[in-house]
Nanobody, 117 residues
Framework: QVQLVESGGGLVQPGGSLRLSCAAS????????MGWYRQAPGKERELVAY???????MYVDFVKGRFTISRDNAKNTVYLQMNSLKPEDTAVYYC???????????WGQGTQVTVSS
């Protein structure tokens, strides 16, 4: 049974930082492209960043320079370090693992990130 379990969300003030983690089980983690997506209230789910097995990363423009995605294949875990958080970063953040770009893949249950003073 495949499971992706996110953790690390919470309430943070603008300008603060959070580190999200996603622990995967039931898959050969190193075979998967791992990504972080987010969904704000009333909006569609959107890609934030992804990382392939070899470590190549991609970020959407609105997080470049602020967020860093990384993975530890030995721990079957992908991380998202989020710095300089803004209120518009408030969303539920989801972890996704897929073997190819066109796969639907597997999804975690999401973790809430709220940026507010």
């Amino acid at each position: 049974q495949v499971q992706l379990v996110e953790s690390g969300g919470g309430l943070v003030q603008p300008g603060g930082s959070l580190r999200l983690s996603c622990a995967a089980s039931g898959i050969i983690f190193s075979d998967y492209r791992m990504g972080w997506y987010r969904q704000a209230p009333g909006k569609e789910r959107e890609l934030v960043a992804y990382i392939v097995s070899g470590g190549l990363t991609m970020y959407v423009d609105f997080v470049k320079g602020r967020f860093t995605i990384s993975r530890d294949n030995a721990k079957n875990t992908v991380y998202l370090q989020m710095n300089s958080l803004k209120p518009e970063d408030t969303a539920v953040y989801y972890c996704n693992g897929r073997r190819s770009p066109t796969d639907y893949g597997y999804w975690g249950q999401g973790t809430q990130v709220t940026v507010s003073s």
